[in-house]
């Protein structure tokens, strides 16, 4: 019996124009009303995921920047993860001498690479996150102080410079392990920690266990939690290695797979 649904958004939850579908939200709305927990696990940091949820009236928790920051439909703490100050430092210094593009994504706080340049979500709705207490900060001065502080929960690297370089850079560095959430990133995360271990986590706060779990996803992000769920299923629309490691390959995300599966599997 499925009693948690953990869902990724991108590429899963969202169609192809970055909009939750209505037959989605009438899903998860369904689940809900069945009692069952319908969780956002996501990359995004939870601040990000929770205005997405308020455009469409949903409560839900967040298992946020790849199971680094797990949070309640309120936002409050559940657990939280971070890169060990050596490691983030030694990644910092690498990205700096290749000239990545990164982001670093800490506790209510982002912060760019470069001191020109924006995040996504500042520029779409920067005050509203900034209402949830996220402060935005550019420049590498910056990236360093969090790195130093053992303040990152993940840093996201752009692909501006040849990702199999960045990856080779970074490889050898302990401490860290790397995902990636589609071809054009690359995401430096703490050792051991996943969407995987986030559900395990959400689950045991719940009191679930794993077998209760069904976990959506698409990418090489989402692997972890399709193996660690009672359930992992795929959308059609999803990498090769994430359609390998899922129990069930539903639709795309714009034929409605993510509700299909609700719809087949937990209703």
Do not use: W
Request: charged share 20%; proline share 4%.
């Amino acid at each position: 019996m499925i009693r948690l649904i953990a869902t990724d958004i991108d590429g899963t939850l969202l169609d192809s124009r970055l909009k939750i579908p209505d037959r989605n939200l009438r899903a998860i709305r369904a689940a809900q009303e069945k009692g069952v927990t319908v969780a956002i696990s996501s990359g995004r940091f939870p601040e990000n995921c929770f205005v997405l949820l308020q455009d469409y009236d949903l409560h839900c928790p967040i298992i946020g920047v790849n199971g680094a920051a797990i949070v309640d439909e309120n936002l409050n703490r559940i657990s939280e993860s971070f890169i060990a100050p050596q490691a983030a430092t030694r990644a910092l210094e690498q990205l700096l001498r290749l000239g990545s593009d990164f982001f670093i994504f800490s506790h209510r706080a982002v912060c760019t690479s470069r001191a020109t340049r924006l995040h996504h979500s500042e520029l779409s709705f920067g005050d509203r996150i900034r209402a949830l207490g996220v402060t935005y900060y550019h420049g590498p001065e910056e990236a360093a102080r969090l790195a130093e502080q053992g303040a990152a929960h993940k840093i996201f690297v752009c692909d501006n410079v040849p990702l199999p370089r960045v990856r080779e850079a970074l490889q050898g560095i302990p401490g860290i392990d790397l995902t990636q959430s589609s071809q054009a990133n690359i995401e430096v995360m703490p050792l051991g920690v996943d969407k995987g271990t986030g559900i395990q986590k959400l689950a045991k706060s719940l009191g679930l266990s794993l077998a209760d779990v069904m976990a959506l996803g698409d990418e090489g992000n989402d692997l972890p939690m399709l193996r660690a769920a009672g359930l992992g299923v795929a959308m059609e629309n999803g990498s090769a290695e994430a359609r390998a490691a899922a129990d069930y390959v539903t639709d795309t995300n714009d034929n409605c797979g993510f509700a299909k599966a609700i719809e087949q599997f937990a209703l």
